[in-house]
């Protein structure tokens, strides 16, 4: 291993890493793992590059053996991010279309197997949830049908990968934790913005992308920014141009996600009112931050994701919002390397929340007429409970 200028963590981070991963892969049967997303590739490598987002280019898949032997894949053009952002020794990483090495991605890839002998072996691939595989098809099919008849057998190894990933190390941790300010940061800088009947939506967004750049964040998502009636239906759409007007009193701003700090990300939802909550908004609003609170008293290592999701469900039924419950079934999900991460907080989930896992809970109830009502606090799992990473108080900002 090697320390080059822009590897995220210390070498013992990867060490460690890699030496629970051959250890699952033994217990498995697995003869070796091989990994396309960014983010896999970012936690076993340190692995970065500008043009993941490309349709056209992989920047490098990962072939990992049970002894820990490791090799990167790529284009002539990622070999130098390779080199600047990875522990990998030079004889480790594999380009194709370069003298001495195969014209063609996917038999470069081959040939690597049979670097790390494992052409013939049990390979473990991102087949299952939460994972897709990040190669074209020009590339995966053939390589897929020359392994195959090397006598190659393939698993899904989603399962693994996740029992790895779902469970952060301090640094990790330090990471989740910078993220989840930044983004309260930016979310006060956005609601401290808004000039009634001037301020757009997507003025908003703009002020929290500054922020986030101002304070050090790699990226951000593309933030949820709707306002008012017609707006807050469209869950998922991006920012508008629709203004934040006085001329509707009672009408709610809704902010949703989060940075991504050192590879890391934060995600969460925080409203606001105009000119203040009706009676009956204020109890929507009460309802709805008892839901999270709930699902948080339920947190602690060693119980199961599903719980946590039921703690939340009851509290709507039990003030009887079952109906306006905008979710389920669903309450929440992890955070890290990737904005929605295992486990789900879902009442279908087999997880049992561990110590270090770091996650999301966001229960929310639609109420008609009214409005919706949710609020998403960011969390570490500990031992007889929980750490909040979100501390920003959970009543809504009053717009004046």
């Not at 299952?128 to 006598?151: I, M, W």
């Not at 757009?200 to 929290?208: F, G, I, P, Q």
Request: include cysteine; aromatic fraction near 8%; charge should be negative.
């Amino acid at each position: 291993m090697r320390t080059p200028d822009m590897l995220d963590f210390p070498l013992d981070e990867y060490t460690a890493r890699l030496a629970k991963l051959t250890g699952l892969m033994r217990e498995q049967g697995l003869d070796a793992v091989f990994l396309t997303a960014a983010e896999n590739l970012r936690y076993f490598t340190g692995l970065q590059s500008v043009v993941w987002p490309s349709p056209v280019s992989t920047p490098g898949v990962l072939l990992v053996n049970a002894d820990g032997d490791a090799a990167i894949v790529c284009s002539a053009s990622s070999l130098r991010p390779a080199r600047a952002t990875t522990w990998l020794e030079e004889d480790r990483l594999f380009a194709y279309n370069v003298p001495g090495r195969p014209e063609k991605y996917e038999d470069a890839i081959f040939e690597a197997f049979g670097t790390l002998g494992v052409q013939r072996g049990r390979i473990g691939m991102e087949y299952g949830t939460g994972f897709r595989v990040n190669l074209q098809a020009g590339y995966f099919f053939p390589l897929l049908a020359k392994l195959e008849a090397a006598g190659a057998q393939f698993a899904d190894a989603a399962r693994l990968l996740w029992e790895l990933r779902t469970v952060k190390s301090a640094r990790e941790i330090a990471c989740v934790r910078r993220a989840v300010q930044v983004a309260e940061k930016m979310f006060d800088a956005a609601f401290s913005s808004v000039v009634l009947d001037k301020s757009t939506e997507r003025d908003l967004m703009n002020v929290m992308g500054a922020t986030a750049m101002e304070e050090g964040c790699e990226d951000l998502l593309t933030m949820v920014v709707r306002f008012g009636t017609q707006r807050l239906p469209q869950v998922n759409c991006p920012s508008s141009e629709h203004v934040i007007i006085t001329n509707t009193p009672h009408e709610i701003l809704h902010l949703d996600g989060g940075p991504c700090f050192g590879g890391y990300y934060a995600d969460i939802i925080r409203q606001a009112v105009v000119g203040g909550l009706t009676a009956e908004q204020r109890e929507c609003e009460k309802v709805a931050i008892a839901a999270v609170e709930a699902g948080l008293a339920a947190v602690r290592d060693g119980v199961l994701a599903s719980e946590v999701c039921r703690a939340a469900d009851d509290v709507f039924e039990k003030y009887g919002y079952g109906k306006c419950n905008d979710g389920p079934g669903w309450s929440g999900h992890g955070i890290g390397l990737d904005v929605h991460e295992e486990p789900q907080i879902a009442a279908g989930s087999d997880y049992v929340l561990k110590e270090g896992m770091t996650l999301s809970l966001e229960p929310g109830m639609k109420v008609p007429g009214q409005g919706p009502f949710c609020n998403e606090q960011n969390f570490v799992v500990t031992k007889t409970g929980f750490e909040l990473l979100s501390t920003m108080p959970l009543e809504m900002r009053v717009l004046k």
